[in-house]
């Protein structure tokens, strides 16, 4: 699974070597440790700042402080990089406990959940390819 690694590659990347986007497919070249961000929106239990974006994917670093509903995004693939805390997430049927370093892959269409776990803030890079803007449908 080569894929697997050259994607956890790029995530380790973006953390040391950001991207930053100045246009819809404009990129310039930055460099940002995603747990220093400083600029969040919310959304509910999570918030999120963009990293990069082109027509291919997004990547946003969430910050998770209590937890996120189950919804599904249709048309796009999910990964996620887990920087830093713990969290409980539910794909489909299955609950796993996730933590700092652990790399997931949630298949587009596939129901899912999260919540942090203890008090630690749960930091993590979730690369959304197809971008997902717009594409989430929530089941609660």
């Given at each position: 699974?080569?894929?697997?690694?050259s994607i956890a590659g790029?995530?380790?990347?973006?953390?040391?070597?950001?991207?930053?986007?100045?246009?819809?497919?404009?990129?310039?070249?930055?460099?940002?440790?995603?747990?220093?961000?400083?600029?969040?929106?919310?959304?509910?239990?999570?918030?999120?700042?963009?990293?990069?974006?082109?027509?291919?994917?997004?990547?946003?670093?969430?910050?998770?402080?209590?937890?996120?509903?189950?919804?599904?995004?249709?048309?796009?693939?999910?990964?996620?990089?887990?920087?830093?805390g713990q969290i409980e997430?539910?794909?489909?049927?299955?609950?796993?406990?996730?933590?700092?370093?652990?790399?997931?892959?949630?298949?587009?269409?596939?129901?899912?959940?999260?919540?942090?776990?203890?008090?630690?803030?749960?930091?993590?890079l979730d690369i959304a390819?197809?971008?997902?803007?717009?594409?989430?449908?929530?089941?609660?």
């Amino acid at each position: 699974m080569w894929w697997m690694s050259s994607i956890a590659g790029l995530l380790l990347t973006v953390g040391v070597i950001g991207l930053s986007s100045t246009g819809a497919a404009e990129l310039t070249f930055t460099v940002q440790r995603p747990e220093q961000v400083q600029t969040f929106a919310s959304s509910g239990e999570a918030q999120l700042a963009l990293l990069a974006q082109t027509p291919e994917m997004n990547i946003r670093v969430n910050k998770l402080t209590g937890r996120i509903k189950r919804h599904a995004h249709p048309q796009s693939h999910h990964f996620l990089y887990l920087i830093q805390g713990q969290i409980e997430l539910t794909v489909g049927e299955e609950t796993r406990h996730i933590q700092a370093g652990d790399f997931v892959t949630i298949p587009q269409g596939s129901v899912h959940a999260m919540q942090r776990v203890g008090t630690a803030e749960a930091l993590f890079l979730d690369i959304a390819s197809p971008p997902d803007v717009g594409d989430v449908i929530w089941h609660e």
